[in-house]
């Protein structure tokens, strides 16, 4: 994995770590049946979802990079039949 790769899923572990914080002082102070307890839940879900895709998705290769980047390049064009 690359340093990127991992810089990013070590931020969206801190930022899952954050909302489960969050979540765990709002049901303290709302009680945990409130509706802003389950919504800081639900948010602690979402970022999981993420992070679950994140890491399903493969990186793309160097041509793909390029093409993002340069997509009117002839290496980039696609011919519709």
Not at 16 to 42: K, L, Y
């Amino acid at each position: 994995m690359s340093n990127i790769q991992e810089t990013v899923k070590d931020d969206i572990q801190e930022k899952i770590h954050e909302e489960v914080e969050q979540a765990r002082a709002t049901c303290d102070i709302t009680g945990s049946t409130s509706p802003e307890c389950a919504a800081a839940w639900d948010a602690v879900e979402e970022m999981q979802a993420e992070a679950s895709h994140k890491r399903q998705s493969k990186p793309k290769n160097s041509l793909e990079q390029y093409c993002d980047d340069n997509p009117d390049a002839i290496e980039c064009r696609v011919y519709d039949d």
